[in-house]
C-alpha cells in the first residue's frame, strides 16, 4: 500500500519558548494572551541582543551558548565502554530507563518533535536492555539535534543528571562523570535564546520531501504553482469537455476495428483529463493552503490551531478485495497545543525541520498518552497483588484469591488482563481428566488485556500495547517454527507443560508465599498474569478486548481447522460432529470456503435453529436414528462426506466421524481433546481405502503472525466474534460461568477481570 500524507497547522502562532521552568511547559489558552518576552536581532548585527523586558528567571541577558560543543561533549560521555550496561543490576538499569525517559516525554515531545522524543526513548530502551552498541550509536546522533532544540530540553537534561546523582553506590565512575555532564551542560542549555530571525525564517520557507527529493517552499513560490496547477487543471478539463463532445457518428464510415479503437481511445482520453483536472485543482489547493500557512502572522492571541489532513492511499489488487484508489480530506480545529504522536509542533516553537530522519529502533508506531502513562506505570519492576480465581484441586469451586503477580523476567511480559473468556479446555483440566492438569493452578487461555511491563530483552512488544496472549507458542526460530509445515514450537513447551516459566522454571503466581502453577503459559484467571514474549501476539488497539479475546482459542481454532488443516475446497460437502463453539466456526470456515452442504451432527436439536446463523445447511441428531451415526451420513451424502470434524473430545465420535467420509478422498480433522488415557480405533481398511485422518491444534495458526491477522477479518466484519457471546459476567461469578459451560447453557462467556 502507498500512501502519502500531507499534514499542516493552518495557523500556528509562532510563540518562543518558555524558559526556566522544569516540567511541562504548556501553553494554556489564557497565557498565550501574555506571551513571554523574546529576544531581538538588530538588522546589522549577528549576535541576539536583549529585548526591554527581562526573561522570566529573571537572569541578565547573556550570548547563546554553543550549543554544538555541549552536544557533543554530551554525546562523548554517553559513548560507553563495552558490556558496561549488561554488567550493572537490572533494577538500576530500569532507574537508568526513568532517567531517560524523563528527557524524552512530555515538554521535549510537545516543543522540540517526535524526532528528539524518539531518539531519546530508544537511548532510554537501549538502557534497559542492556544494549551497549544501539546505545552509542545513538549517542552520537545527539548533535544533529542542534537545530531544533529548545530551553526545555536543557531543563530536563539537569532534571535526569540528578536522578543520576540519586543513584547511590552506583553514582560514581561513568555515571557520575554523565550526571555532571548533564548538569553543567543542561543549565547551560536552558539559557539558549529563542532568535526573532529564526523564527521569521521558519515563518518565510517550508520544506517538502518526497522519498530522497527535499525541497524549500516560499509562500511565493506556492501561490505560483497554485496558479500554474489551476491553469493545468482548467486546460486537461477544456480537453476532455472537447472529447467527450465529439459525435458517434464522425467515424459512421470506418470498419468495425477501427470504431472500436477510436471508442477505446476516447474512453482512455476521458479519463485521463478528467483524472489530471481533478489532481491538479487538488494540488493548486494544497499549495495554496500552504502559502496561507507561510504568509500567516504571528498572533498571540490566537489559541487555536485548525489543520487540514490530505490522504491518498491507493490498495492494490488482492484476496481480500478489488483495487482501490481512496481520497482523505479532513479539516479541524483543537484548542489543544499539542497532540503526541503527531508532527504538529508545539505553538510557542519555531517549525523545526531535521536535517536527517532519526527512525525510532524499538517502537514502530507513535506513542499515545495511554502508552506513555503505562510505560511510568509506578508497577514495573514490583509484585502486584491482585485477584484470581485459583483452582486448589480437581472438581471443586474455583477461589477468588488475593494473589502475588512477580515482575517479569528476561523474556518475560506482564499482562493486565481484561477480559477472558471460558473454554471447555479450562473446564476438562478442572475436572482431573487432563494428563499435564496440575493443582494448584490459575486456569484460563482466552483472553486480552494490555501489557503492563516487559523483561530484560524483549522488543516484539512494550507497555500500553494491546495483546492477546496464546498458549501456541511462536518463537520464529526453533525447528517447529522454521519447518513451514506445522504451528507448533517447541522453545517453552517443557516449561509451560510443567505449569511454570522457562527463564528459571518457577512460578510467578503466589499466595501468601506458596507457589501457584501456571496453565498452558497464559493462566487468564487472573487480573494480571506473567506469560513468555513468544506466546503474545500484538493487536490492533482500537479492537474491542472484550470480543476479541475469543481469537485466542477456540473461534480460531475452528476457522483454522478448514482453512489450513483440511483446506476446504468450494463445492465439497463437510460434516461438523459438535456444535459449540469451535464447531460453529467450523461452520463459518466451511462457509467461507464455498462448502456446497454444510450437515451440523449433535444431540442438543435446541442447537440447530443458531447453528443456521453459522452457516449449517443440514442437521442430524444421532438419537433420531437406529443406525450408527457415519453409516447415516454415507447414505445421506451418497458415500460419506469430503471432510469431517469432530468438535467434541470424545473417541468414538472420532472413529464415526473418520468413518462417514468418502472413501478414497475423504479427511477427517481431530479438533476435539480426549480424557487421559483414551485411544482413538478403526479398521486399517478405512485408512487403506484413502481416507485421512488428522489433528490440529489452535487450528494450524501461528499465533503472534495470524491472531492479528484475524482481529484484522474481524474489524473488517469478515468474520463474525460477537455472535459466539451469550453472557458476560465478572469474575467473581466464574463458577455460575463454569455451570453455564458445563451444562451447555452457553456458547461463550466472558468475564470482566477489573470488575
Known amino acids: 500500500m502507498a500512501t502519502a500524507v500531507l499534514r499542516r497547522p493552518l495557523l500556528a502562532p509562532l510563540l518562543p519558548a518558555v524558559s526556566g521552568a522544569r516540567g511541562p511547559s504548556r501553553i494554556h489558552p489564557q497565557r498565550c494572551r501574555h506571551p513571554p518576552a523574546v529576544r531581538a536581532v538588530s538588522s546589522d548585527s549577528p549576535k541576539p541582543v536583549a529585548s526591554t523586558s527581562s526573561s522570566s528567571g529573571g537572569d541578565n541577558p547573556e550570548e547563546e551558548p554553543p550549543v554544538l560543543p ?51 526513548l530508544n537511548l532510554a530502551k537501549a538502557w534497559e536492555l542492556a544494549d551497549t552498541s544501539t546505545s552509542n550509536n545513538l549517542a552520537k546522533q545527539l548533535p544533529s539535534l542542534e537545530p531544533y532544540l529548545t530551553r526545555t530540553f536543557g531543563n530536563r537534561l539537569v532534571s535526569a543528571g540528578r536522578r543520576f546523582q540519586s543513584m547511590g553506590q552506583y553514582s560514581n565512575g561513568e555515571l557520575k562523570k554523565i550526571a555532571e555532564i548533564m548538569i553543567k551542560n543542561g543549565k547551560l542549555l536552558s539559557k539558549r535564546p529563542v532568535v526573532q530571525s529564526d523564527v521569521q525564517a521558519m515563518k518565510e520557507k517550508r520544506k517538502l520531501k518526497f522519498g530522497e527529493l527535499e525541497l524549500e517552499v516560499t509562500a511565493e513560490m506556492a501561490n505560483i504553482g497554485a496558479a500554474v496547477g489551476a491553469v493545468f487543471g482548467f486546460i486537461s478539463w477544456q480537453l476532455a469537455q472537447g472529447v467527450q463532445n465529439i459525435p458517434d457518428n464522425t467515424m459512421q464510415n470506418a470498419n468495425d476495428n477501427a470504431l472500436q479503437l477510436a471508442k477505446s481511445l476516447k474512453i482512455a482520453l476521458l479519463v485521463l483529463g478528467y483524472t489530471s483536472a481533478g489532481l491538479s485543482f487538488f494540488t493548486a489547493l494544497a499549495l495554496l493552503l500552504l502559502a496561507q500557512q507561510i504568509n500567516s502572522e504571528n498572533k498571540s492571541e490566537l489559541i487555536c490551531q485548525a489543520g487540514y489532513h490530505i490522504q491518498i492511499i491507493w490498495k492494490p489488487k488482492s484476496k481480500s478485495g478489488p483495487a482501490q484508489f481512496i481520497l482523505h480530506f479532513s479539516a479541524g480545529c483543537s484548542s489543544s497545543p499539542f497532540t503526541p504522536g503527531t508532527s504538529q509542533p ?119 500495547d494491546h495483546v492477546i496472549p496464546c498458549y501456541q507458542a511462536e518463537c520464529k526460530e526453533c525447528k517447529f517454527c522454521k519447518s513451514g509445515k506445522t504451528n507448533l514450537c517447541g522453545k517453552v513447551r517443557t516449561a509451560t507443560g510443567a505449569g511454570v516459566m522457562m527463564n528459571d522454571l518457577k512460578s510467578r503466581f503466589s499466595v501468601n508465599g506458596k507457589p501457584i ?82 450437515i451440523g451432527i449433535d444431540i442438543d436439536s435446541k442447537k440447530f435453529d443458531v447453528a443456521k446463523n453459522f452457516g449449517v445447511t443440514e442437521f442430524v441428531n444421532p438419537k433420531d436414528h437406529e443406525k450408527p451415526i457415519q453409516q447415516v451420513l454415507v447414505d445421506l451424502t451418497d458415500g460419506g462426506v469430503d471432510y469431517s470434524f469432530e468438535c467434541i473430545g470424545n473417541v468414538s465420535v472420532m472413529r464415526a466421524a473418520l468413518e462417514c467420509c468418502h472413501k478414497g478422498w475423504g479427511t477427517s480433522v481431530i479438533v476435539g481433546v480426549a480424557a487421559s488415557g483414551q485411544e482413538i480405533s478403526t479398521r486399517p481398511f478405512q485408512l487403506v481405502t484413502g481416507r485421512v485422518w488428522k489433528g490440529t491444534a489452535f487450528g494450524g495458526f501461528k499465533s503472534r503472525t495470524h491472531v492479528p491477522w484475524l482481529v484484522e477479518k474481524y474489524m473488517n466484519k469478515e468474520i463474525k466474534v460477537d455472535e459466539y457471546i451469550t453472557h458476560n459476567m465478572n469474575l467473581d461469578e466464574i463458577n455460575e460461568a463454569f455451570h453455564l459451560l458445563h451444562e451447555g447453557g452457553c456458547l461463550r462467556c466472558v468475564l470482566a477481570m477489573q470488575h
Open 70 to 120: 555541549l552536544l557533543q561533549e554530551l554525546a562523548d560521555c554517553l559513548v560507553l565502554p563495552n558490556k558496561f550496561l549488561s554488567q550493572l543490576p537490572r533494577d538500576l538499569r530500569l532507574d537508568l530507563n526513568d532517567a531517560a525517559f524523563d528527557l524524552s516525554n512530555g515538554p521535549i515531545l510537545d516543543e522540540c518533535g517526535q524526532e528528539v522524543g524518539d531518539l531519546l
Open 517 to 598: 502453577y501456571h496453565f498452558m503459559g497464559t493462566s487468564t484467571f487472573s487480573q494480571y498474569t506473567v506469560v513468555h514474549d513468544v506466546s503474545v501476539a500484538k493487536i490492533n488497539p482500537q479492537a474491542p478486548l472484550e470480543k476479541v479475546c475469543l481469537l485466542g482459542c477456540g473461534v480460531s481454532t475452528g476457522l483454522g481447522a478448514v482453512w489450513n488443516t483440511a483446506k476446504v475446497e468450494a463445492g465439497s460437502v463437510v460434516a461438523v460432529f459438535g456444535l459449540g463453539t469451535v464447531g460453529l466456526a467450523v461452520a463459518e470456515g466451511a462457509k467461507a470456503a464455498g462448502a456446497s452442504r454444510i
Open 346 to 464: 508545539h505553538p510557542s516553537t519555531p517549525l523545526r525541520l531535521p536535517t536527517a530522519p532519526i527512525h525510532r529502533i524499538y517502537h514502530p508506531k507513535p506513542y499515545s498518552q495511554q502508552r506513555l502513562e503505562a510505560m511510568a506505570s509506578s508497577t514495573q519492576g514490583q509484585v502486584i497483588t491482585c485477584k484470581a480465581a485459583v483452582a486448589y484441586e480437581p472438581n471443586k469451586p474455583l477461589v477468588i484469591e488475593d494473589v502475588q503477580v512477580a515482575p517479569p523476567q528476561a523474556g518475560e511480559v506482564r499482562i493486565k488482563i481484561l477480559s477472558t473468556a471460558l473454554c471447555h479446555t479450562d473446564h476438562y483440566t478442572w475436572s482431573g481428566k487432563d494428563p499435564e492438569g496440575l493443582f494448584p493452578c490459575i486456569l484460563g487461555h482466552e483472553a486480552a488485556g494490555v501489557v503492563e511491563s516487559v523483561g530484560e530483552g524483549v522488543t516484539d512488544v512494550q507497555p500500553g
